[in-house]
């Protein structure tokens, strides 16, 4: 039981914006293709031009020249489902 006058303690963590090549990086280690790895973190996944799957989404995050990047509690969210994370593990 608590004690309701006892705040409670947070750890802060550190959560990092990753770059486009950490988070390829990482969704290669989880052997994800980029549509897997988007479908597992809720990303939208459309009809490729060849019939497959693909995440414009996803494919932005990595990119090397484009300004948006995957916050860093997603990506830390990413690395725990994947059983990347360095310090904890679900």
Avoid: I
């Avoid at 020249?65 to 679900?90: I, K, S, Y």
């Amino acid at each position: 039981m608590t004690n309701p006058d006892t705040a409670p303690t947070y750890t802060p963590l550190n959560m990092p914006v990753p770059t486009g090549d950490q988070l390829k990086a990482a969704r290669v280690a989880a052997g994800l293709s980029q549509a897997q790895a988007a479908e597992l973190m809720g990303y939208p996944l459309q009809t490729g031009s060849r019939g497959g799957v693909q995440s414009r989404t996803w494919q932005a995050l990595e990119s090397t020249t484009d300004e948006r990047n995957m916050q860093g509690p997603v990506f830390a969210m990413f690395l725990l489902l994947t059983g990347q994370h360095p310090d904890f593990v679900l």
